[in-house]
């Protein structure tokens, strides 16, 4: 009898690739936005117009600040991760997020404490959305 390995189904939030925002104009309309501050980090967030751009937009920026080239990448690549483990089932397909690192913050805090605080911050940025 031959034993096979089930394979774990996919779930609804890897179909749902994130959109990366690249272009300034994008991250200037997300400044002048909401914000929500955390302790890791900066969350900014904006409605778009209808028919902008469809899905779930994201971008993530660390300013010398936060440190060196290193200390910067390592910045950006936590919130990267956390908001592909969490937006997909927090936001809201017709909005654009930026993610804003913090100086001794992003990179050194707990990577849990992280995704605690984005979660908190999109309940406090959309409250119930039933």
Do not use: W
């Amino acid at each position: 009898m031959a034993v096979t390995e089930a394979v774990p189904a996919r779930s609804e939030a890897a179909s749902l690739p994130l959109q990366v925002l690249s272009k300034r104009a994008d991250f200037l309309r997300a400044a002048k936005a909401r914000r929500v501050p955390c302790e890791g980090f900066l969350l900014q967030a904006r409605k778009r117009a209808p028919g902008e751009a469809e899905g779930i937009r994201v971008g993530f920026t660390c300013s010398k600040k936060v440190g060196n080239a290193v200390a910067r990448n390592r910045a950006k690549r936590r919130l990267r991760e956390i908001a592909r483990l969490n937006l997909p089932q927090l936001g809201l397909p017709d909005h654009d997020y930026v993610l804003i690192g913090r100086a001794e913050k992003t990179a050194s805090r707990d990577f849990a404490a992280l995704q605690d605080d984005l979660r908190r911050a999109m309940a406090k940025l959309h409250g119930n959305r039933a």
